[in-house]
């Protein structure tokens, strides 16, 4: 089972700033097949980036992917009121389909 | 448009049996794998389970394997999860999500779940 351990576990900044969010693997991820998922509180997870880089459909172009190998990174480019939740990666290079513990992103 | 809606939650005991639905709508459904993914009250996401788009291949968390069964019913758009031997570390809010593929990848469309709480 691949492990993944997202740091911080908490990041306080404020709106405008650059939010920088780390996913490090136990071991290589298969075709850096990695999302990342925001979640606000009472609602189901949204998919914002998938194998790394790509953004889904009606992102913001200020949500970006990237890494390789076993670590991978979601930056939130300038951020926004709505942007403050809870953060989740996702391996889904081989099963078990494994999702980092989150990363709590509030407003400083 | 897409939907989910997760059914079946409730209050079990230690031990005993819970079947969750999952009914789909607004997408074509035997060509999509689904999952299910858990999180426990106040905690993160945990992924279940994974079932291919024509039942074929199916896939377990290390936590429920051999408790848990997924199935699903291509006639009338509906995934199951079927949970035996239920432990207290099995409550959680359970959702249904849509993968964005035919075998495992990463979910497009959730729903709202549906609690379980294991409890005597």
């Known amino acids: 089972e691949i492990v993944l351990t997202q740091s911080p576990g908490t990041l306080s900044l404020s709106p405008g700033e650059r939010a920088i969010l780390s996913c490090r693997a136990s071991?290589?991820?298969?075709?850096?097949?990695v999302a990342w998922y925001q979640q606000k509180p009472g609602q189901a997870p949204r998919v914002l980036t998938y194998r790394t880089s790509s953004r889904a459909t009606g992102i913001p172009d200020r949500f970006s992917g990237s890494g390789s190998g076993t670590d991978f990174t979601l930056t939130i480019s300038r951020l926004e009121p709505e942007d403050f939740a809870v953060y989740y990666c996702q391996q889904y290079g081989s099963s078990p389909f494994t999702f980092g513990q989150g990363t709590n992103l509030e407003i400083k | 448009q897409v939907q989910l809606v997760e059914s079946g939650g409730g209050v079990v005991q230690p031990g005993k049996s819970l079947r969750l639905s999952c009914a789909a709508s607004g997408f074509s459904f035997s060509d999509s794998a689904l999952h299910w993914v858990r999180q426990a009250p106040g905690k993160g996401l945990e992924w279940v389970a994974v079932?291919?788009?024509?039942?074929?291949?199916?896939f377990y968390a290390d936590s429920v394997k051999g408790r848990f069964t997924i199935s699903r019913d291509n006639s009338k758009n509906t995934v199951l999860l079927e949970m035996n031997s239920l432990r207290a570390e099995d409550t959680a809010l359970y959702y249904c999500a849509r993968d964005v593929g035919a075998y495992g990848h990463y979910c497009d469309y959730w729903g709202q779940g549906t609690l379980v709480t294991v409890s005597s």
């Open positions: 071991q290589r991820v298969s075709s850096a097949y």
């Open positions: 079932i291919s788009y024509d039942g074929s291949d199916k």
